[in-house]
């Protein structure tokens, strides 16, 4: 008979629309489950594959305004998903970059949990949250700060509620062992490379397309614009995108939020994407590449993994990394491949991308939860059938994935 899944996302809303939703998709595409999350507005929005799918939600489907932002409930968030009741299943998946893994698991359940970032607010990111809460001072400040501090201790314990961690790229992987000690798979999200067009004749602008939030550096970009006197394309909209606007010379566009088929068409025409956040993995980045197009990206996090440098890899390139988070890095990056462009080959670069596509996913992903499958069901046979195997294939975790482990960092 086969298992029972249940997967477990944090919160599904039309303004979620990023790569752990891509993931969450592709796994119901792979595998009959339940899904179950903290709010669901989603099941109720006829313009998503989810519309009329039965979707287990928790007490926090009934706050008010939860639907346009959770995060305001964050104190509650891990005591709602310890309340999802997933007994009957035999697998529990989790898809988690908040609280998804710690849902709480039987003895007897395998639970995986494909990680797409630890709690980026309870650990990298702590001092940017009370900077832009303005809570880093007084009182609130005090309180805000032992919420934090108590709510990453919560993060380590649930972390080892998971039997197995898949990360969605060894910079990630190596954010796991950091914050909780766990090693990690590493399976690359799924990116739709038969949604783009390879198009090997480009025209003369550069491209970003980014929400307009503080660590994208979209404005260090149009610095580095202003003085390079190159056109750029800005796609986007956020809470900079003002201070964008006033800094932005005549010869940068800025056209806030656009339709799909107006970012791939200037995807496809651009002769570089422009990209300079670090990424846990970055989706953006290869979908520029599927179009042929090349990147120029900040050489940290994901880009790291899903872009080859001009400079290591020569004809196989796909496109420019620079080193640091400055306007001169760049400025110096963008001045190298207006030398050196002619080496970077649209084709290649495809080619490059479509190891990045959701057929690679499904392949790696449902070769993995086998795997896993299998290690559990051992762990749990009876003590006759566990003393045929070897010592070292008890009660061991997994260092399989894409037949590599990941670099651990203390």
């Known amino acids: 008979m086969s298992p029972s899944y249940a997967l477990v996302h944090e919160w599904l809303t039309p303004q979620a629309t990023g790569g752990s939703e891509l993931v969450v998709e592709a796994i119901l595409g792979q595998i009959e489950a339940d899904l179950y999350a903290l709010i669901d507005f989603e099941s109720t929005n006829p313009e998503s594959y989810l519309y009329g799918r039965q979707i287990g939600t928790t007490f926090l489907q009934h706050f008010p305004g939860a639907r346009n932002g959770i995060q305001k409930y964050l104190p509650f968030l891990p005591l709602a998903i310890e309340q999802l009741d ?3 299943y035999d697998v529990l998946i989790s898809s988690s970059h908040a609280v998804a893994k710690g849902v709480l698991a039987a003895p007897h359940q395998l639970h995986l949990c494909y990680c797409h970032t630890p709690m980026r607010y309870a650990w990298d990111l702590t001092f940017d949250y009370l900077a832009r809460s303005r809570l880093g001072h007084g009182l609130p400040g005090i309180a805000t700060r032992y919420l934090l501090h108590r709510l990453r201790l919560w993060d380590v314990l649930s972390a080892h509620r998971v039997d197995y961690f898949v990360a969605n790229s060894h910079h990630t992987a190596r954010r796991i062992w950091r914050c909780y000690r766990r090693e990690a798979a590493v399976i690359y999200p799924p990116v739709n490379v038969d949604r783009f067009e390879l198009q090997t004749s480009k025209k003369d602008f550069y491209l970003v397309v980014a929400r307009l939030v503080s660590y994208k550096q979209v404005p260090l970009i149009v610095q580095a614009f202003n003085q390079l006197r190159l056109p750029l394309v800005v796609i986007g909209s956020g ?3 003002g201070e964008i606007e006033a800094i932005a010379q005549d010869h940068i566009q800025i056209l806030g939020n656009q339709p799909n088929a107006v970012v791939e068409r200037y995807m496809a025409e651009a002769k570089a994407l422009v990209y300079a956040a670090c990424e846990d993995f970055g989706i953006t ?5 599927a179009c042929g197009t090349p990147v120029i990206a900040y050489g940290a996090g994901g880009a790291a993994e899903t872009v080859k440098d001009l400079g290591l890899h020569g004809e196989a390139a796909t496109g420019l990394l620079f080193p640091e ?4 890095s760049l400025v110096e990056a963008v001045g190298r491949f ?3 462009r002619s080496q970077l080959n ?3 670069i495809r080619h490059h991308a479509e190891g990045f596509s959701q057929a690679v996913f499904a392949q790696r992903f449902s070769d993995y939860l086998r795997h896993c499958g299998g290690l559990h069901r051992q762990q749990h046979s009876p003590p006759q059938l566990q003393q045929q ?3 070292d294939r008890l009660c061991q975790p997994t260092k399989a994935g894409q037949g590599q482990t990941v670099d651990r960092e203390s």
């Not at 980045?285 to 590449?289: I, K, N, P, S, Y």
Request: negative net charge; proline residues 17%; charged residues 20%.
């Open 239 to 241: 809470p900079e995108l």
């Open 86 to 88: 997933l007994r009957q």
């Open 389 to 391: 195997l070897p010592p």
């Open 325 to 328: 988070q400055t306007v001169a």
């Open 285 to 289: 980045l290869v979908e520029a590449q």
């Open 346 to 348: 649209p084709e290649t």
């Open 338 to 340: 207006e030398m050196a």
